[in-house]
Nanobody, 115 residues
Framework: QVQLVESGGGLVQAGGSLRLSCVAS????????MGWHRQAPGKQREPVAA???????DYEDSVKGRFTISRDAAKNTVYLQMNSLKPEDTAVYYC?????????WGQGTQVTVSS
């Protein structure tokens, strides 16, 4: 059973930065895809950024140029550096990982951006 534990959320003013961390219980290279989704109040969960097994990255259009996904394999950790935050980035951010036909989720971490 894969476990994912997020941290790093919080309250920040518009224009500020936060870095989220997601620690996996196993090697991050065992996942075909790993990254972040978010869910704002009253909205569906949406993808934000992810690593594909090949090492390439994928970003949702609204965060391109502002968010950066990175990883530290030695720590089994994936990060999401979020800069130039906007009020519309307010959401619960979830780490996810795909392994074979399973998708695993973290418990989520709240990010609130005030205007």
């Amino acid at each position: 059973q894969v476990q994912l534990v997020e941290s790093g959320g919080g309250l920040v003013q518009a224009g500020g930065s936060l870095r989220l961390s997601c620690v996996a219980s196993g090697s991050i290279f065992s996942f075909s895809r790993m990254g972040w989704h978010r869910q704002a109040p009253g909205k569906q969960r949406e993808p934000v950024a992810a690593f594909i097994r090949s090492g390439t990255t994928d970003y949702e259009d609204s965060v391109k140029g502002r968010f950066t996904i990175s990883r530290d394999a030695a720590k089994n950790t994936v990060y999401l550096q979020m800069n130039s935050l906007k009020p519309e980035d307010t959401a619960v951010y979830y780490c996810f990982a795909n392994q074979k036909d399973q998708t695993y989720w973290g418990q989520g971490t709240q990010v609130t951006v005030s205007s």
